[in-house]
């Protein structure tokens, strides 16, 4: 699973990991993280997500890292945007206001560009992965942080022999063994969800779970 996987997958409008709304567990659970008015949130892998727009009229700065230029393009314009556009090493930057987004690959995105991020969410990047690939996220894109950043971490679990990802299942076990290295992890919720996503059964999946974690990096 590679950039053109993605590309392709937005290219042919083949998005149903998108949500025309802002996540429930998002609302719910984003004030435990305690965070500041005008703390920096970074979002990987952040498509269009309408999460953002929500984040940013909750005083936060944000920073989302996308592929795809046609989601970075769509997002803007159909939240009523329109964004300075300027080139770096890391990619294509659109910034409007609160709400950045680098049209670029987050695995190269360095520390100095997250030594300002406060907190992460993520809702839908570390479970769109192949297992390889989130070890490097883990290990190479989180270890770019600073210490004390915060994490609001929505996961997936399901039998992993019933379906192929994306959305792939982390359960319990691989979120501790890829965090508790370097980060305090508590699981805030877990509810069953088969019933309300119809596309798994479909699929023959026979139970499905969504996990909150909520993380918080050590010092070194």
Same mark, same amino acid.
């Not at 769509?74 to 329109?82: D, P, S, V």
């Not at 695995?107 to 560009?113: I, K, M, N, P, V």
């Not at 699981?187 to 877990?190: A, G, H, K, V």
């Given at each position: 699973m590679d950039a053109a996987f993605w590309q392709q997958r937005w290219k042919e409008g083949r998005t149903g990991f998108h949500r025309d709304r802002v996540m429930p567990l998002l609302e719910q659970h984003w004030p435990s993280l305690g965070l500041a008015a005008g703390s920096r949130v970074f979002v990987p892998l952040c498509g269009k997500s309408l999460d953002m727009a929500w984040l940013a009229a909750r005083g936060h700065r944000v =920073?989302?890292?996308? #592929?795809?230029?046609?989601a970075v393009e769509?997002?803007?314009?159909?939240?009523?945007?329109?964004p300075q556009i300027h080139e770096s090493p890391l990619g294509t930057h659109f910034i409007a206001g609160a709400i950045e987004i680098i049209c670029g690959d987050a695995?190269?995105?360095?520390?100095?560009?997250l030594a300002g991020c406060?907190?992460?969410y993520?809702?839908?990047a570390l479970i769109a992965l192949p297992r390889q690939m989130r070890e490097s996220y883990v290990?190479? =894109?989180?270890?770019? #942080?600073?210490a004390g950043c915060r994490e609001l971490l929505i996961t997936l679990e399901y039998p992993p022999d019933e379906k192929d990802g994306p959305p792939f299942s982390v359960d319990a076990g691989e979120v501790h063994r890829l965090y508790d290295r370097d980060w305090q992890v508590e699981?805030?919720?877990?509810r069953d969800i088969l019933a309300a996503e119809p596309g798994f059964a479909a699929e023959g999946v026979t139970a499905l779970h969504t996990a909150v974690w909520q993380l918080e990096k050590r010092a070194s």
């Open positions: =920073l989302g890292v996308e #592929l795809s230029g046609i769509q997002f803007f314009g159909e939240n009523g945007l329109a695995f190269t995105l360095d520390a100095a560009t406060a907190a992460v993520d809702r839908a290990r190479e =894109l989180h270890a770019r #942080l600073p699981c805030i919720e877990r």
